[in-house]
């Protein structure tokens, strides 16, 4: 550009400059004349209206306290013409005063109780006076006419004090708006200063972009030269015509030879040159690519006038490392490294796209919440690195072709296998696994037991999501399963899984529609033959069919529905068992099964109370039987829960007993007063010497722990003879009788010797 046409431009720039403060000076000037004049009316208004209106309430509060002086004075001295002559000009002070507010604020509710207060003021001041000058002055009540007109004084205070707020907020409004006007007036005031400066500024600089436009092309032409990233030209040949000193130094970083420039090109650079002429619009392309150990951003250009290309290379190697170590994580377990559920989604739903068959195994350390309770997260944390890091060594070991393992949560892996695993094979491979781990001592001495729930693309999924539900419900009937640490889905786990959901959608139907019934079994002594209560046992009729507890209770714990059946169960039983106790079986006990996950909730205790307080059964009626499992939770708070329950007169019966683990361990520790032996140890006790061995155990313990020994499953009348001989006090069972309806159960109570 000429110097001439840069002088044009100068000019041209300065006249819009000077007309740009032109209309800005205007501006400024308007705004001052307009601002200093809103500022002067609302000083004159502050002055005339706000602050004189702190001296009407000082006067108001100050008359108030004088008439209260005046009714003392008079009280003392009875001086009838002083207490007249004071009061009444301070009392047509106070009125002149309140008008005088009045017509500032207006009719506000403190200007209304104060109006009130100095009508009641009148009011007293009248009674006050007959009373003093009566001719027998009844002096108790002056003393108490004196502390009303005080209290009635003293209440007009915080009316006062509101109204000095009101008037302080809005001298701090006005003074407020006061110092905006003012903080904008000096805005512009330095705006305009500030305006003026930049014109200098710009004139002076235009006058001298003349003499400094041949230094800039010189420094420009300089560019290159000094740039310390890589510029490289190259012909349309992709000939090297130039390279700056940079280009030198990353051949001497990289170790080619001097001479070897073209060696930094890209080998797909072609592409994009041809990319960039069929565009024909941008003319320039950026791409990344890498050399040796090193990554570089080009930004390519087409020169169509000197027919030729410009490379500039940044090196984005730093960055391109950070890329990759977010990346990393993204897709990787950040626990052990291994590929994480993410990138599982990803290639299931890629190998499903592709209809290519696999097998996607489920794998999950089994008792992994035991490890965490017994050894802590640390131990847990490390026990899974280690397990996660002999998967991978075993597949490697066993050289399973195209085998991948995932971290799918804290104690889940899953294993995709690009080939449709047979029965047998995958047998196999569950074998050579489970060797490897359980022959491996992981930390703290700690042993692994892995659970495997297995299914195969297409005929067990079509997709994800169907893949790892139906793997997960192979897992689930695995870890269940004492003798199986695998299980391949098949369509009757699926159908099973199936029915299982209907049942859990018909059961959460049946509990908000109380489609229950109760049924009660009853229990007798052995000694006497009498019956001394009886089992509340819960059924449920679907569709016609009834469902057996053993079949639909572990769905409504897994569903999360115990809590709320739990409650209706033992509502229920307790309703009943105060009706029979109404109808003369005043000493009956009935007793209720109580979950483990209910027992857990931290408002079973007051439940409880509830439910005995609603329906108004005496606690020596109700037995709860819990599990040996009560102690999965918490055994401390379990032990404190049985012993309040205890305290409450319930009587307390361990369930099952016999079924559980380290039974003799803590069983001194619960306050109960019954051992139910489970039916198992019954149903095969004349003929099994190892079950009578167990029971007589049991027998024995209850009664040098003075525990009641019931014992269900009673069946036959042999059975019933064996239990009577070893010393057992109570039974329940079909021998005896079939659980029964409430009014067949009260027919039968009839029938019968009861307690």
Same mark, same amino acid.
């Given at each position: 550009?000429?110097?001439?046409?840069?002088?044009?431009?100068?000019?041209?720039?300065?006249?819009?400059?000077?007309?740009?403060?032109?209309?800005?000076?205007?501006?400024?000037?308007?705004?001052?004349?307009?601002?200093?004049?809103?500022?002067?009316?609302?000083?004159?208004?502050?002055?005339?209206?706000?602050?004189?209106?702190?001296?009407?309430?000082?006067?108001?509060?100050?008359?108030?306290?004088?008439?209260?002086?005046?009714?003392?004075?008079?009280?003392?001295?009875?001086?009838?013409?002083?207490?007249?002559?004071?009061?009444?000009?301070?009392?047509?002070?106070?009125?002149?005063?309140?008008?005088?507010?009045?017509?500032?604020?207006?009719?506000?509710?403190?200007?209304?109780?104060?109006?009130?207060?100095?009508?009641?003021?009148?009011?007293?001041?009248?009674?006050?006076?007959?009373?003093?000058?009566?001719?027998?002055?009844?002096?108790?009540?002056?003393?108490?006419?004196?502390?009303?007109?005080?209290?009635?004084?003293?209440?007009?205070?915080?009316?006062?004090?509101?109204?000095?707020?009101?008037?302080?907020?809005?001298?701090?409004?006005?003074?407020?708006?006061?110092?905006?006007?003012?903080?904008?007036?000096?805005?512009?005031?330095?705006?305009?200063?500030?305006?003026?400066?930049?014109?200098?500024?710009?004139?002076?600089?235009?006058?001298?972009?003349?003499?400094?436009?041949?230094?800039?092309?010189?420094?420009?032409?300089?560019?290159?030269?000094?740039?310390?990233?890589?510029?490289?030209?190259?012909?349309?040949?992709?000939?090297?015509?130039?390279?700056?000193?940079?280009?030198?130094?990353?051949?001497?970083?990289?170790?080619?030879?001097?001479?070897?420039?073209?060696?930094?090109?890209?080998?797909?650079?072609?592409?994009?040159?041809?990319?960039?002429?069929?565009?024909?619009?941008?003319?320039?392309?950026?791409?990344?690519?890498?050399?040796?150990?090193?990554?570089?951003?080009?930004?390519?250009?087409?020169?169509?006038?000197?027919?030729?290309?410009?490379?500039?290379?940044?090196?984005?190697?730093?960055?391109?490392?950070?890329?990759?170590?977010?990346?990393?994580?993204?897709?990787?377990?950040?626990?052990?490294?291994?590929?994480?559920?993410?990138?599982?989604?990803?290639?299931?739903?890629?190998?499903?796209?592709?209809?290519?068959?696999?097998?996607?195994?489920?794998?999950?350390?089994?008792?992994?919440?035991?490890?965490?309770?017994?050894?802590?997260?640390?131990?847990?944390?490390?026990?899974?690195?280690?397990?996660?890091?002999?998967?991978?060594?075993?597949?490697?070991?066993?050289?399973?072709?195209?085998?991948?393992?995932?971290?799918?949560?804290?104690?889940?892996?899953?294993?995709?296998?690009?080939?449709?695993?047979?029965?047998?094979?995958?047998?196999?491979?569950?074998?050579?696994?489970?060797?490897?781990?359980?022959?491996?001592?992981?930390?703290?001495?700690?042993?692994?037991?892995?659970?495997?729930?297995?299914?195969?693309?297409?005929?067990?999924?079509?997709?994800?999501?169907?893949?790892?539900?139906?793997?997960?419900?192979?897992?689930?009937?695995?870890?269940?399963?004492?003798?199986?640490?695998?299980?391949?889905?098949?369509?009757?786990?699926?159908?099973?899984?199936?029915?299982?959901?209907?049942?859990?959608?018909?059961?959460?139907?049946?509990?908000?529609?109380?489609?229950?019934?109760?049924?009660?079994?009853?229990?007798?002594?052995?000694?006497?033959?009498?019956?001394?209560?009886?089992?509340?046992?819960?059924?449920?009729?679907?569709?016609?069919?009834?469902?057996?507890?053993?079949?639909?209770?572990?769905?409504?714990?897994?569903?999360?529905?115990?809590?709320?059946?739990?409650?209706?169960?033992?509502?229920?039983?307790?309703?009943?068992?105060?009706?029979?106790?109404?109808?003369?079986?005043?000493?009956?006990?009935?007793?209720?099964?109580?979950?483990?996950?209910?027992?857990?909730?931290?408002?079973?205790?007051?439940?409880?109370?509830?439910?005995?307080?609603?329906?108004?059964?005496?606690?020596? @009626? *109700? /037995? $709860?039987? &819990?599990?040996?499992?009560?102690?999965?939770?918490? +055994? !401390?708070?379990? %032990?404190?829960?049985?012993?309040?329950?205890?305290?409450?007169?319930?009587?307390?019966?361990?369930?099952?007993?016999?079924?559980?683990?380290?039974?003799?361990?803590?069983?001194?520790?619960?306050?109960?007063?019954?051992?139910?032996?489970?039916?198992?140890?019954?149903?095969?006790?004349?003929?099994?010497?190892?079950?009578?061995?167990?029971?007589?155990?049991?027998?024995?313990?209850?009664? @040098? *722990? /003075? $525990?009641? &020994?019931?014992?269900?499953?009673?069946?036959?009348? +042999? !059975?019933?003879? %064996?239990?009577?001989?070893?010393?057992?006090?109570?039974?329940?069972?079909?021998?005896?009788?079939?659980?029964?309806?409430?009014?067949?159960?009260?027919?039968?109570?009839?029938?019968?010797?009861?307690?």
């Amino acid at each position: 550009m000429s110097i001439n046409n840069l002088i044009q431009r100068s000019h041209r720039l300065i006249n819009v400059i000077f007309a740009l403060v032109l209309v800005l000076g205007i501006a400024v000037s308007a705004v001052v004349y307009y601002k200093g004049d809103y500022i002067a009316k609302k000083t004159a208004d502050l002055i005339a209206q706000e602050v004189p209106a702190y001296d009407l309430l000082s006067k108001l509060n100050n008359s108030l306290i004088e008439q209260e002086r005046f009714f003392y004075e008079f009280y003392a001295t009875q001086k009838q013409d002083d207490f007249a002559q004071g009061y009444l000009v301070t009392n047509q002070q106070t009125q002149r005063v309140f008008a005088e507010l009045l017509v500032r604020f207006g009719d506000i509710p403190p200007l209304e109780i104060t109006q009130n207060s100095l009508q009641e003021l009148n009011k007293l001041a009248d009674e006050f006076v007959l009373n003093i000058i009566a001719a027998e002055t009844n002096w108790d009540l002056a003393r108490q006419q004196l502390r009303t007109i005080t209290d009635v004084r003293r209440a007009t205070s915080p009316q006062i004090q509101q109204l000095i707020t009101l008037t302080e907020n809005k001298v701090e409004l006005s003074e407020q708006v006061i110092l905006n006007g003012l903080e904008l007036v000096r805005f512009f005031v330095v705006l305009y200063g500030l305006a003026t400066l930049i014109v200098a500024y710009i004139v002076a600089k235009a006058l001298k972009a003349y003499l400094s436009t041949d230094a800039r092309n010189q420094r420009l032409s300089l560019f290159s030269t000094r740039n310390p990233n890589p510029v490289i030209s190259l012909d349309s040949r992709n000939v090297v015509t130039y390279r700056n000193p940079a280009t030198k130094r990353l051949l001497d970083i990289l170790g080619f030879p001097e001479d070897k420039t073209e060696w930094l090109l890209a080998n797909n650079i072609g592409e994009y040159q041809k990319q960039i002429l069929e565009e024909g619009k941008a003319g320039s392309k950026q791409f990344e690519y890498q050399i040796e150990q090193l990554y570089f951003q080009c930004d390519l250009h087409w020169l169509e006038d000197q027919r030729q290309w410009d490379m500039h290379l940044t090196d984005i190697t730093e960055r391109k490392k950070f890329e990759q170590e977010l990346l990393f994580k993204a897709s990787h377990h950040p626990q052990t490294g291994l590929l994480n559920h993410y990138e599982l989604e990803k290639t299931v739903t890629q190998l499903c796209e592709s209809e290519q068959k696999f097998t996607f195994g489920l794998i999950e350390i089994r008792s992994f919440s035991q490890l965490i309770s017994g050894q802590g997260l640390t131990v847990a944390s490390t026990v899974v690195e280690e397990v996660a890091t002999s998967l991978e060594n075993i597949l490697l070991s066993i050289d399973k072709e195209g085998c991948r393992v995932f971290h799918v949560s804290e104690k889940s892996f899953v294993l995709v296998c690009t080939s449709d695993l047979s029965n047998r094979q995958i047998d196999s491979l569950v074998q050579k696994i489970d060797q490897r781990i359980s022959s491996t001592i992981f930390h703290c001495q700690y042993q692994v037991q892995l659970d495997f729930g297995f299914a195969n693309f297409p005929q067990h999924g079509k997709n994800y999501t169907q893949l790892h539900k139906n793997s997960l419900a192979a897992l689930d009937k695995s870890a269940s399963s004492r003798d199986k640490s695998h299980v391949l889905f098949n369509l009757k786990l699926g159908e099973k899984l199936l029915y299982e959901q209907q049942l859990i959608d018909d059961l959460r139907v049946a509990i908000d529609r109380v489609q229950f019934e109760l049924y009660f079994q009853p229990q007798m002594a052995l000694s006497s033959g009498k019956i001394i209560g009886a089992e509340a046992l819960i059924r449920w009729q679907r569709n016609g069919n009834w469902i057996t507890p053993s079949e639909f209770i572990p769905l409504v714990e897994r569903a999360g529905l115990i809590d709320k059946l739990g409650d209706w169960i033992l509502h229920t039983a307790c309703q009943k068992a105060q009706n029979l106790v109404s109808l003369g079986w005043s000493e009956l006990v009935i007793a209720v099964n109580i979950s483990p996950l209910q027992f857990g909730r931290k408002d079973f205790l007051s439940k409880v109370k509830n439910v005995l307080k609603e329906t108004g059964l005496q606690a020596k @009626n *109700l /037995e $709860l039987e &819990v599990t040996e499992g009560v102690i999965i939770f918490n +055994e !401390q708070e379990a %032990i404190e829960t049985l012993a309040q329950l205890k305290n409450l007169g319930l009587h307390l019966a361990i369930d099952d007993f016999g079924t559980g683990y380290s039974s003799l361990s803590y069983l001194r520790k619960f306050n109960i007063d019954k051992l139910k032996i489970d039916q198992s140890f019954i149903q095969d006790i004349q003929h099994q010497t190892a079950d009578q061995s167990i029971v007589r155990t049991i027998i024995e313990l209850g009664r @040098n *722990l /003075e $525990l009641k &020994v019931i014992a269900e499953g009673v069946e036959e009348l +042999e !059975q019933q003879e %064996i239990l009577a001989a070893m010393g057992c006090d109570e039974i329940q069972g079909f021998y005896f009788s079939n659980p029964l309806p409430e009014q067949q159960f009260i027919d039968f109570l009839q029938q019968h010797k009861t307690v």
